[in-house]
C-alpha cells in the first residue's frame, strides 16, 4: 500500500493510529505469555498491525506513540481477562478483535469511498477481509462455537431481566421478603427450565429441518447447501438453561441475604447486566456504550413496571402478607 495525501481530520486520524496502536501492543503482550500455534498466529498478527500502523502514521503525517489513557485502561483488562482465561480468552479475544475491525473499515468504506481517505481504507479492508480473516480463522476453527457463546450470554441476559422484573414485583405486591424470596426463586427454575425446554425443541427442528435437506438433496442428486453442523439440542438445552439460571441467581440473593427492598436487587443485576453486555459487546462487535445504555434501559423499565403492576395488584385485592 502507498500513502496518498494526508486527510485533514484530526480526530479520525488519531482514532485510526491509536486503534492501530492498541492492536498491535495487545498482540505483543500476547504473544510473550503464548506458545504453539497461538504464537505463531499472533507473530502474523504483529507483522500485519505494524503495517497498518505505520500506514497510517503516513497518511495523516501523524506520529503518535502512546496509548491515551482510556485504550490503555481496555488494554490492561484485556490482558488481564486472557491471562485468566488462558488460549480460550486468546482466541475470544482475536475473534472479536477482527470483528470490531473490519465493522470500522466497512463503515470507513461507507462513508470515505469516493474520497482519498478511500483508497487507504480500502487497502486496509482487504487486508482485514483477506489476509487477517484467514489467520484468525486458523486459529479459532473448530475450537469456538459461535452458538455456545450465544446460548451462555444470552440465556444470563434473559434471567437477568426477567427475574429482577419478578423481584420487583413480587415485592410491589406482597413486601415480605420472604414471599418474594420462594416466588422468585420458583419463577426462576421454571424460567430455566422453560427457556431449556425452548433451545431443545428449536436446535432439534433445525437438525430435522437439515436432515431432510440433506436427503432431498441426495434424491435429486444435487448437492446440499453448506450449513453449519448444529450442536446436539440436549447439549444447548443445558448451556440456556443452566446460564439462565445463574443470570437469574443475580436478583435473588440479595433477597436470600436479608434484602427488604428490590433497591439490593437492582443495583446487583444492574452491575452484572453492565458486565454481560461489555462482553457480549466486544465478541459481537456491536458498540459498547449503545449496549450497555439498553439493557440499562430494559431493565429500568422491567422494574418500574413490574413494580406498578405489584403495587397496583396489592392495592386492588388487598394483598398482606
Known amino acids: 500500500m502507498t500513502a496518498p495525501a494526508a486527510a485533514p481530520d484530526r480526530k479520525l486520524a488519531e482514532r485510526l493510529i491509536l486503534d492501530e ?28 498491525e505494524s503495517t497498518h ?31 485468566l482465561g488462558g488460549r480460550l480468552a486468546v482466541q475470544l479475544v482475536l475473534e472479536a478483535i477482527e470483528v470490531y475491525g473490519v465493522r470500522k473499515y466497512l463503515s470507513l468504506w461507507d462513508a470515505y469511498k469516493d474520497g482519498p481517505l478511500g483508497g487507504a481504507v480500502r487497502g486496509i479492508l482487504e487486508d482485514e477481509l483477506k489476509h487477517e480473516d484467514r489467520v484468525v480463522s486458523e486459529l479459532t ?45 420458583t419463577t426462576a427454575v421454571a424460567g430455566a427450565l422453560s427457556m431449556a425446554a425452548g433451545a431443545y425443541v428449536a436446535v432439534s427442528s433445525e437438525q430435522e429441518v437439515a436432515r431432510t435437506e440433506r436427503r432431498r438433496a441426495r434424491f435429486l442428486g444435487t448437492a446440499a447447501s453448506s450449513v453449519a453442523a448444529a450442536d446436539r439440542a440436549w447439549v444447548s438445552a443445558l ?61 429500568a423499565a422491567a422494574v418500574g413496571v413490574t413494580y406498578a403492576i405489584g403495587v397496583l395488584v396489592q392495592t386492588i385485592w388487598g394483598i398482606a402478607l
Open 21 to 48: 496502536l492498541f492492536d498491535l501492543s495487545l498482540y505483543t503482550a500476547l504473544r510473550d505469555v503464548s506458545t504453539g500455534d497461538v504464537q505463531k498466529t499472533l507473530d502474523e498478527l504483529i507483522a500485519i
Open 53 to 83: 500502523f505505520n500506514f497510517w502514521q503516513d497518511f495523516f503525517q501523524l506520529r503518535l506513540t502512546r496509548l491515551d489513557p482510556g485504550r490503555r485502561l481496555k488494554l490492561w483488562l484485556v490482558r488481564l481477562v486472557c491471562r
Open 141 to 185: 476453527e473448530r475450537k469456538i462455537s459461535p452458538q455456545r457463546i450465544r446460548d451462555i450470554f444470552l440465556g444470563m441476559n434473559d434471567g437477568l431481566v426477567e427475574i429482577l422484573g419478578a423481584v420487583s414485583g413480587f415485592f410491589g405486591a406482597f413486601g415480605n421478603p420472604g414471599t418474594v424470596l420462594i416466588a422468585a426463586s
Open 239 to 299: 448451556f440456556v438453561g443452566a446460564s439462565y439460571f445463574a443470570g437469574a441467581l443475580v436478583p435473588v440473593l440479595p433477597v436470600l441475604l436479608g434484602a427488604r427492598s428490590a433497591l439490593a436487587s437492582l443495583i446487583a443485576a444492574g452491575a452484572m447486566i453492565m458486565a454481560v453486555s461489555l462482553v457480549v459487546a466486544f465478541l459481537s462487535g456491536m458498540d459498547v456504550r449503545r449496549r450497555v445504555l439498553t439493557n440499562l434501559v430494559i431493565i
